[in-house]
């Protein structure tokens, strides 16, 4: 079983679902990657089952992804979008994974929300997310030392820190060994995990991407590969890089991974993790 833990799927902007305010320019791909179009690439290469993460530009809007899960639920699950910035939205924490095919939240403070997981907007939101055991996906570039506090503060709140916990642009883009060196010891947190996702992104030579390994590496040793997850996020690279070789890097190209270990890492902890049957 082969799981991705992070896809951005799409459908295209209406009157009705209208975008955020730039949103055009923010999109990963000048088309929009609908899950009709994405079950294909599924197929090809190799990949059985794709957590859809809703991305920003549509707004906090799950539709397509709800949609998606609906028609194919053997295939997608959701770590939905919520707008964590309106305490008044907390009706809405306790039938979260009602939804089908609902499985959590994905929180990603980019942006113009940078600084609402260090300025106190979201203080309402861990404890009402751990009380309904709704496990989140975390990308806070900018302020990584917050998801150590908010792991130490709610150990009972599943977290998966998203792309190693590595910045995706600006000044700490390229510092990937300072920042593995703050993501692993949160590993001593159980109720954390990691995914292995966007290394493309992250490396400076082509693929198979040698130099990323030792941060691989790194990362396994801390987490275990039951707490490690293997993830695209393939818009990011804005369809220059085949899905295929996501696949085959970890499976063919890991030479320090063992059957066991990739079998955890390519999908049964993330199933497992999330709850998804």
Not at 145 to 154: C, F, L, N, V
């Amino acid at each position: 079983m082969i799981v991705d833990s992070q896809i951005h799927l799409w459908a295209p902007e209406t009157p009705e679902r209208p975008w955020i305010p730039g949103g055009q320019q923010r999109a990963h791909l000048s088309e929009p990657l609908t899950y009709e179009k994405f079950v294909p690439m599924m197929d090809q290469a190799g990949v059985d089952r794709a957590i859809i993460v809703p991305p920003t530009w549509p707004g906090d809007n799950n539709d397509h992804a709800l949609d998606a899960a609906g028609r194919h639920p053997d295939r997608f699950a959701i770590m939905g979008r919520f707008p964590v910035e309106r305490s008044d939205m907390a009706r809405l924490v306790p039938g979260w994974k009602s939804q089908k095919g609902m499985l959590g939240i994905r929180v990603a403070f980019n942006h113009e929300k940078a600084r609402w997981i260090v300025d106190g907007t979201t203080d309402w939101f861990w404890p009402a997310a751990q009380e309904h055991d709704i496990p989140l996906m975390i990308f806070a570039p900018d302020s990584p030392e917050a998801i150590g506090q908010i792991a130490q503060r709610y150990p009972n709140l599943r977290l998966i820190i998203d792309h190693m916990g590595l910045a995706t642009r600006g000044p700490e883009h390229k510092r990937i060994r300072e920042r593995v060196a703050l993501i692993a010891p949160y590993a001593k947190f159980p109720n954390v995990a990691v995914k292995l996702s966007a290394i493309p992104g992250f490396s400076d030579e082509p693929y198979p991407y040698r130099d990323m390994t030792e941060h691989l590496q790194t990362l396994l040793a801390a987490f275990g590969p039951r707490r490690c997850f293997w993830g695209s996020d393939l818009t990011h690279q804005r369809g220059k890089v085949p899905y295929r070789q996501y696949v085959t890097h970890f499976t063919e190209e890991l030479d320090f991974l063992s059957d066991a270990d990739r079998r955890w890492i390519m999908g049964d902890a993330l199933l497992d993790f999330l709850g998804w049957k």
